[in-house]
T-cell receptor, first 107, second 114 residues
Framework: AQRVTQPEKLLSVFKGAPVELKCNYS??????LFWYVQYSRQRLQLLLR??SRESIKGFTADLNKGETSFHLKKPFAQEEDSAMYYC?????????FGEGTQLTVNP | KAGVTQTPRYLIKTRGQQVTLSCSPI?????VSWYQQTPGQGLQFLFE???????NKGNFPGRFSGRQFSNSRSEMNVSTLELGDSALYLC?????????????FGPGTRLTVL
């Protein structure tokens, strides 16, 4: 069965510092991975997906099949990045989410 | 385009009761997926409906059921409520089966079981 692990429940950084949110997955097939974000009092929304290899709001994520990881990175965190971040693995039509990391960017 | 809407937004029930939650997908979307979000378990997949048929089901007891209507609106029903059913229930819609398109999430229904 597939599984997604986000080892940090809470992560706190200062504005302008680099940030990395960790995500590891276990799945025997070819994974399709996503990062979702939920800002305070807003609905869950897609941030980025690994197949598009895009950068959204300065965030990037690289799929490392050898390490089974899909860490989310941003070189210079902003206060508006404070939110809950979920890593998700899609198999067929089912999304399996990690438990989430609450990122706080301090001024 | 209007986003995914869920009604009601908040519900308070007591143990043993049953509850029905409703989800209206984005116009034109045919797939609706349901998720349960709790502080301890995070987001867990309940089921997906496409063209009025359940296409996929998560590991939840039979007390959790759903259906989808011809206009793609979906309802989720939980019978014999337990305290542990207290959660935020999210639905998400996508154009095609969720495995082939982006899912858009609704604001959720907050269910409290007393």
């Amino acid at each position: 069965a597939q599984r997604v692990t986000q080892p940090e429940k809470l992560l706190s950084v200062f504005k302008g510092a680099p940030v990395e949110l960790k995500c590891n997955y276990s799945y025997s097939g070819s994974p399709e991975l996503f990062w979702y974000v939920q800002y305070s009092r807003q609905r869950l929304q897609l941030l980025l997906r690994h197949i598009s290899r895009e950068s959204i709001k300065g965030f990037t994520a690289d799929l490392n099949k050898g390490e089974t990881s899909f860490h989310l990175k941003k070189p210079f965190a902003q206060e508006e990045d404070s939110a809950m971040y979920y890593c998700a693995l899609r198999v067929g039509s089912r999304l399996t989410f990690g438990e989430g990391t609450q990122l706080t960017v301090n001024p | 385009k209007a986003g995914v809407t869920q009604t009601p937004r908040y519900l308070i029930k007591t143990r043993g009761q049953q509850v029905t939650l409703s989800c209206s997908p984005i116009s034109g979307h045919r797939s609706v997926s349901w998720y349960q979000q709790t502080p301890g378990q995070g987001l867990q997949f309940l089921f997906e409906y496409f063209s009025e048929t359940q296409r996929n089901k998560g590991n939840f007891p039979g007390r959790f059921s759903g259906r989808q209507f011809s206009n793609s609106r979906s309802e989720m029903n939980v019978s014999t409520l337990e305290l542990g059913d207290s959660a935020l229930y999210l639905c998400a819609s996508s154009l095609a089966l969720a495995g082939f398109g982006e899912q858009f999430f609704g604001p959720g229904t907050r269910l409290t079981v007393l």
